[in-house]
């Protein structure tokens, strides 16, 4: 997703954590001004973007909020190899990062995630009362629909032919046999649209785009509906999968930021 604007009065100040022993790297993305600040754990998609600090980061940052956002195992610069397991775990001790931190208050935080990184933000939360707020952009709604659906290989050919070094071990037909094979077995425990429901009574915000030929609407209106109170609904009409469009871009951002502030008021 492009970057359509300057980030201004935020800092970057580069991290890192451990998880279930793995190395996990990323950056805090934070107002330039004195804290600590409420706190938002960022998570990605799968493979998600090599930068993860533009966009929605620095937007929340310049909003007051304290952003940890970092490559779960397996991408990019943090150690192993994907599971959804393993980005659970990865959720639970960013959240233990981000609270901990010098930048945040300690009782609060909120979640942000995005495609494959929305249901595992859904997931991480309902085992996670920590997390008092979710909010989700274009989630996988179903985590074994995803992973049983041919979608799943277009996405596996996209990564290795556009950017194969973006995934530990993909390139590996074994190793990505392995990961295909253990990502089915962890979507029958770890699946938004079956959890969904447990998050209650604290809130979630899920936001789409009316175009997205990847996730489809009608799919996270599902999610949402299996969602109890409060939650709320808002579909960016045009807008696709990776938000290409920067219009679509910055409404999206918009209606993630002003959810935040309502969350928790700067």
């Known amino acids: 997703m492009p970057n359509t604007r300057a980030m201004t009065d935020v800092k970057i100040v580069p991290t890192q954590f451990e998880s279930e022993g793995q190395l996990i790297k990323g950056d805090f993305v934070i107002p330039d001004r004195d804290g600590p600040f409420p706190g938002i754990c960022k998570f990605h998609g799968l493979p998600g973007g090599a930068d993860q600090v533009s966009g929605v980061a620095s937007r929340l940052a310049e909003s007051g909020y304290a952003v940890l956002a970092f490559d779960f195992r397996g991408f990019r610069r943090s150690e192993g190899l994907f599971s959804l397991e393993g980005e659970i775990q990865d959720a639970r001790n960013a959240v233990t990062h981000l609270l901990d931190s010098k930048f945040t208050i300690d009782d609060w935080s909120g979640v942000y995630g995005a495609s494959y990184g929305g249901a595992v933000a859904i997931c991480s939360a309902v085992r996670d ?55 089915i077995k962890d979507s029958r425990i ?74 928790y008021p700067q």
Not at 150 to 169: C, D, F, N, T, Y
Not at 216 to 234: C, H, I, N, Q, S
Request: charged share 25%; with cysteine; hydrophobic share 40%.
């Open 129 to 183: 009362k920590r997390t008092k707020v979710v909010c989700v952009r274009a989630p996988v709604y179903d985590t074994l629909w995803f992973a049983e659906s041919p979608m799943i290989r277009s996405a596996v050919a996209e990564i290795l032919q556009v950017s194969p070094k973006e995934m530990h071990g993909l390139a590996e037909p074994a190793t990505q046999k392995a990961m295909l094979e253990k990502m």
């Open 190 to 263: 770890y699946n938004p649209i079956n959890e969904v429901n447990r998050l209650s009574p604290r809130p979630i915000f899920i936001v789409t785009g009316g175009a997205d030929k990847g996730i489809p609407v009608d799919g996270v209106r599902r999610l949402y509906d299996e969602a109890k109170r409060p939650k709320e609904f808002a579909v960016v009409e045009g807008a696709d999968h990776n938000l290409s469009n920067p219009e679509h871009y910055a409404m999206t951002c918009e209606l993630v930021v002003s959810w935040f502030r309502e969350a």
